[in-house]
């Protein structure tokens, strides 16, 4: 069973449109994470939400809008997709907020803008 | 000043080699240290924590200078498979969040 699940796992879309991606873990964890790395392979946090409610929003654009149903949900939906955006985004769990445990990782939604 | 910092490599090494990576930070009041290894269009994965008194797993063993703001991490015997990015990552208490160093680049090579 997959820890931390991500789909799609390949998008590829043009600039202008609106795409969602999902994320799903079955770890029993309280936080989840949005990271995005980009082409010189940074990961930097973008969202973090404990038990459904939002602890970091990182300067993100408002475009980007993250929306956890649940516990063991994390989508995140992106409104007028850039060039930009291009990147690999990571979906991420830990236990608790409290930062001294470590992330586990979904294999990540690999973003490409036309 | 990056918050994270890490010599990008590559590191090229033979089989069999002793390869040592470093990482500096720059937040005094990170609590948690750790090394993640990341394979090429894979996600991160944890290598192991990095605890003040040092700690050792097989060939892999990780140092941590608080004094200095200083993470190492020391590969023994250096494998094929051991072929990828190595990420520093450190993480305080009040900021409630991880921070990824870019990483350092490991090709071993037969």
């Known amino acids: 069973d997959t820890a931390v699940s991500q789909t799609p796992k390949y998008l590829v879309t043009q600039m202008g449109n609106d795409k969602s991606i999902k994320c799903e873990q079955n770890?029993?964890?309280?936080?989840m994470y949005w990271y995005k790395q980009d082409s010189k392979k940074f990961l930097k946090i973008m969202f973090s939400y404990n038990n459904k409610e939002l602890i970091i929003n990182e300067t993100v654009p408002n475009r980007f809008s993250p929306k956890s149903p649940d516990k063991a949900h994390l989508n995140l939906h992106i409104n007028s997709l850039e060039l930009g955006d291009s990147a690999v985004y990571f979906c991420?769990?830990?236990?608790?907020?409290?930062?001294?445990?470590?992330?586990?990782f979904g294999d990540g939604t690999r973003l490409s803008i036309l | 000043r990056k918050e994270v910092e890490q010599d990008p490599g590559p590191f090229n090494v033979p089989e069999g080699a002793t390869v040592a990576f470093n990482c500096t930070y720059s937040n005094s009041a990170s609590q948690s240290f750790f090394w993640y290894r990341q394979d090429c269009r894979k996600e991160p994965k944890l290598l192991m924590s990095v605890y003040s008194s040092g700690n050792e797993d097989g060939r892999f063993t990780a140092q941590l200078n608080r004094a200095s703001q200083y993470i190492s991490l020391l590969i023994r015997d250096s494998k094929l498979s051991d072929s990828a990015t190595y990420l520093c990552v450190v993480s305080d208490t009040g900021r409630r969040a991880l921070t990824f160093g870019s990483g350092t680049r490991l090709q071993v090579q037969p």
């Open positions: 770890l029993g964890h309280d936080t």
């Open positions: 991420a769990s830990s236990p608790d907020i409290y930062s001294n445990q470590p992330q586990h």
